[in-house]
């Protein structure tokens, strides 16, 4: 407990000093998704449905942070997909090596780097109250959206498994009015981006409301081992969504349909792209030579598909005092993916190799051939808003997930010389409520339970196998099985008191839980590994409040966290394995800011700090290190060559720093206004591996976004300019540590124009 108490202290004093930058530093633009009018006077109310149901941010015991309708347009703009909404909110990042199909998700640190399409993440994706589990659904593209609500620290109690982190919230726009809204635009490397929705009440008690989104770009890198011309970067991305609704009383019905059409190239990993001794990223001609972003030397096939389904049910029958909701979701997808991992052309045993030395050729492939996953969540939830309050519920989870990894022995095979499989059954069940109390004094108490229980099932071999002997795979690998099964109870206690009109304190406690998880990438080892189940106890006190008669809004929130047996996964290294490890502990603390103002008419500002610290606290736990000639900085464990101690190291992908900020001015000029409006994210050093060493991480990273163009008052005609990384920042965002020094990195300089309408 004096730990706990010196962190808390550390933390709330950290938060105070975020405080006072907050009011005196340059700020800029709304930082939440008001439902208020944008035009009207003030910041207006923030209504988030983190608990399941509508409320004011401020009556609500978490740290959220909600995205406007303007921040949201910039990070779309010109082909921006999901991954655009890294730092938008403090202590939030988001990266991927798949690219477009399966981003990973990092809240106040916790995460997961693991590249496995099996793998496990302690941040869920929740779209319209369903919880997307496998990585290849959270990528699902952002269009015809009504909010985008981030909930940092767990959330077990009401929304289940897997976030122990926290879940990043998505609800759509619902049926139920005419009209609707359509916008178009083009951008640099062809990027066309179409998007659209339109809805209509039919009688009788039904409506529907019809979606679709669509982003292409060309192709805009060269590869200049295949003569001139560009190659490789572009995409086709499709979504649609379908929704019918019935109205009778009390009783409301809707049903859903949605796909994804994804078809382009795999992202492009780049061979020796850091100077060795620096993270400093080189050219195609090594130290001294300019990093150029559309130019590669590859000698790989590389492609992406990606196909996924929905089908769901939502029904609500409202009784006076309280309503029965059942959410039922069907989704079904698969995935080809293959990308030259290698990240170069040719190797050290061939007649040429670059850029740099590249010591052996690494050509693989990631399918999953079938997922399909069913939930179904039956809760009933009290209407009142004073006196006493309650939800209980339950929640059925059941996935199928078949996964394929092929490895080719030569960068342009079509026929793999080792195939490996895994076949995963997951089924999960919970059962929650929470009950709260508010006082005559607008002191809110709440209190939450779940009991939650998983059982996992799993098989893996490697069937095929034709690699000679001596690269020591040692042939075919038999069926290997095994189970991973838990049950925890996670809880909540939580407080909400209006010290005044215009200011609300809270105070959190909250157990997490991440359920086992099993890994079997046979496709280069030769055996399973489990991790247990991971559990996190966090504390967090904050304060919400609204300034200057409603013309500022400022959120504070300090927290702590302790995770035990913390799921990790080492990746790649010099034996080129994925292993799942158990950390004794983790320890983080930090604070998250915000503050948003309308100082004026048509003047709207925001600015978010986060602050993480975290440490993993695991004496003896080691990981080996880069098979490439990387620079690690950790201490080797004695008695074990090749391993190096990660107790004491940050957590991979978790900046210590973030910062957002925003700046938005619209000025009337005949029937409508010309506007501006530009979004800035900053984010402090990561490392991109356990380990930590020179030449996988990168320094910092700083992105900005510009917004110029005149709309009507009726806002039924828009039209812009824009910018998205206008400074053209170059940083890498992820590595491959097992070959060479490969990295991914962001995204390019864009710029276009769209133009768009409501009707």
């Not at 890994?519 to 247990?532: E, I, K, W, Y």
């Amino acid at each position: 407990m004096r730990a706990l108490s010196r962190r808390l202290v550390s933390s709330i004093a950290l938060s105070a000093a975020a405080f006072g930058c907050a009011l005196a530093c340059p700020a800029a633009a709304q930082s939440a998704g008001e439902q208020a009018d944008d035009a009207a006077p003030g910041v207006g109310v923030i209504v988030v449905t983190a608990q399941k149901r509508e409320q004011d941010q401020r009556d609500v015991p978490l740290s959220i942070s909600t995205l406007s309708n303007d921040a949201l347009a910039a990070v779309q703009a010109g082909g921006g997909d999901i991954r655009g909404l890294a730092g938008r909110v403090p202590n939030l990042n988001i990266e991927s090596s798949f690219g477009r199909s399966f981003p990973r998700f990092y809240i106040r640190g916790l995460g997961n780097t693991d590249f496995d399409l099996n793998a496990s993440q302690p941040v869920s994706l929740v779209y319209d109250d369903v919880v997307l589990e496998n990585p290849i659904l959270k990528g699902f593209p952002i269009f015809d959206l009504d909010r985008i609500e981030v909930l940092r620290g767990p959330q077990g109690t009401l929304f289940g498994r897997n976030t122990p982190a926290g879940i990043v919230k998505f609800d759509t726009v619902k049926p139920g009015a005419d009209g609707g809204y359509a916008k178009a635009s083009w951008a640099r490397f062809n990027t066309i981006q179409l998007e659209g929705a339109v809805g209509a009440n039919l009688g009788n008690g039904f409506s529907f409301r019809a979606s679709g989104f669509y982003q292409h770009r060309d192709h805009w890198v060269d590869n200049i081992d295949n003569g001139a011309g560009d190659d490789l970067g572009g995409y086709d991305d499709f979504a649609g969504r379908l929704q019918l609704q019935y109205e009778d009383g009390p009783l409301t019905a809707r049903l859903t349909g949605q796909v994804r059409v994804l078809d382009g190239s795999a992202i492009l990993f780049r061979a020796n792209v850091f100077q060795r001794g620096s993270n400093e990223l080189i050219g195609l001609g090594g130290p001294g030579t300019e990093f150029r972003r559309d130019q590669i030397r590859s000698d790989g096939i590389n492609f992406q598909e990606l196909n996924t389904y929905n089908v769901g049910l939502t029904v609500d029958y409202d009784f006076g005092n309280a309503t029965l909701t059942s959410v039922t979701s069907y989704w079904n997808g698969n995935l080809k993916s293959r990308g030259d991992i290698d990240g170069g052309f040719g190797n050290a045993f061939a007649p040429s190799q670059g850029p740099g030395f590249i010591p052996f050729s690494a050509q693989t492939r990631d399918d999953v051939p079938s997922l399909d996953q069913y939930t179904q969540e039956v809760r009933l939830a009290s209407n009142t808003t004073s006196g006493l309050g309650y939800q209980i519920g339950g929640f059925f989870f059941n996935e199928r997930l078949n996964i394929s990894t092929l490895d080719y022995g030569a960068p342009a095979d079509t026929v793999a010389a080792a195939v490996a499989r895994q076949r995963q059954v997951t089924n999960a069940f919970g059962l929650f409520g929470t009950l709260s109390y508010t006082f005559d004094n607008g002191l809110i108490l709440q209190a939450g339970a779940r009991y939650n229980d998983d059982d996992r099932d799993f098989a893996a071999n490697r069937p095929i196998d034709t690699r000679p002997g001596f690269l020591g795979f040692g042939g075919p690998v038999p069926v290997l099985r095994t189970e991973a099964k838990a049950n925890l109870l996670t809880w909540d206690l939580s407080a909400v008191y209006p010290v005044s009109d215009e200011v609300n304190i809270f105070a959190r406690a909250a157990r997490g839980y991440r359920a086992p998880s099993i890994q079997g990438r046979l496709a280069f080892g030769r055996s399973l590994s489990v991790a247990d189940a991971e559990r996190t106890m966090s504390y967090e006190t904050g304060i919400k409040t609204v300034l200057f008669d409603g013309a500022a809004r400022f959120n504070l929130t300090g927290y702590y966290f302790n995770t035990e047996d913390l799921q990790l996964t080492a990746v790649g290294g010099g034996g080129n394995v994925t292993a799942l490890l158990n950390a004794d502990d983790v320890e983080g603390y930090g604070f998250e800011a915000e503050l948003a103002a309308r100082p004026t008419d048509g003047l709207d500002l925001s600015i978010g700090i986060g602050f993480n610290e975290n440490e993993i606290k695991s004496p003896g736990l080691g990981v080996a290190g880069c098979g490439a000639p990387c620079t690690v900085l950790d201490a080797p464990i004695a008695g074990r060559p090749g391993i190096f101690s990660i107790d004491g190291n940050r957590l991979p992908q978790s900046p210590k720093w973030s910062l957002n900020w925003t700046a938005g001015y619209a000025h009337p000029v005949g029937n409508g206004e010309l506007y501006v409006f530009t979004d800035w994210y900053y984010r402090s050093r990561i490392q991109f591996f356990l380990y930590d060493s020179v030449e996988f991480s990168d320094d910092s990273l700083i992105e900005g976004g510009l917004r110029f163009g005149y709309r009507t008052e009726d806002g039924k005609f828009d039209v812009a300019a824009f910018a998205r990384n206008i400074t053209n920042n170059v940083s890498a965002t992820g590595g491959i540590d097992f070959n060479n020094l490969t990295a991914y990195v962001n995204e390019p300089r864009i710029f276009g124009v769209e133009v768009g309408t409501r009707f």
